[in-house]
T-cell receptor, first 113, second 113 residues
């Protein structure tokens, strides 16, 4: 059973537009929600993360919105750039699982110039 | 710091052959992980090691074995490779009790003919 569900599978956005990727989870014990960014031929790297005590976290053009009651969180990329073209993974974990992350299936983002 | 290193980068095997994928980290992390990445399936956990001397199964352990050789090194072995094991394999590591951020290696692209 997939612990974290991610949509859409692929996303095409024009340069300067807003990219939005959504994730949903069922396990209310999750207490850490990161987003990873992966460029072709590379390993994933942490982009931004949030804990459930806040509803939003912003780092530059990247924002996580978190809705605890709906068990959903999303990544917003403002002013999307061609250099943002990558695969994005959401994930979740809980303190009792000793650092293990449960990943969504990924979203391939393409930003057209 | 080299971070997380993996060898080899590429490998082609014939069905039934065996091989070991090597992973090492120099960040003094206590937890290490092996994932496989397949198109549309995201990152699936094969095995993980929460600390030196312990290993646990992840989502897709069948056909694999692991060894946590010491705190730095975590190897993944395919005893009898099958075409279904064609994938990109990533090793990752983290401090399990410090925010859960996982650091990934560059990956090994394995093809089983």
């Amino acid at each position: 059973q997939q612990q974290v569900k991610q949509s859409p599978q692929s996303l095409i956005v024009q340069k300067g537009g807003i990219s939005i990727i959504n994730c949903a989870y069922e396990n209310t014990a999750f207490d850490y929600f990161p987003w990873y960014q992966q460029f072709p031929g590379k390993g994933p790297a942490l982009l931004i993360a949030i804990r459930p005590d806040v509803s939003e976290k912003k780092e530059g053009r990247f924002t996580i919105s978190f809705n605890k009651s709906a068990k959903q969180f999303s990544l917003h990329i403002m002013d999307s750039q061609p250099g943002d073209s990558a695969t994005y993974f959401c994930a979740a974990s809980r303190g009792s699982t000793l650092g293990r992350l449960y990943f969504g299936r990924g979203t391939q983002l393409t930003v057209w110039p | 710091n080299a971070g997380v290193t993996q060898t080899p980068k590429f490998q082609v095997l014939k069905t039934g052959q065996s091989m070991t994928l090597q992973c090492a980290q120099d960040m003094n992390h206590n937890s290490m992980y092996w994932y496989r990445q397949d198109p549309g399936m995201g990152l699936r956990l094969i095995y993980y090691s929460a600390s030196e001397g312990t290993t646990d199964k992840g989502e897709v352990p069948n056909g694999y074995n692991v060894s946590r050789l010491n705190k730095r090194e975590f190897s993944l072995r395919l005893e009898s490779a099958a075409p279904s094991q064609t994938s990109v394999y990533f090793c990752a590591s983290n401090f399990r009790d410090r925010g859960n951020e996982q650091f990934f290696g560059p990956g090994t692209r394995l093809t089983v003919l």
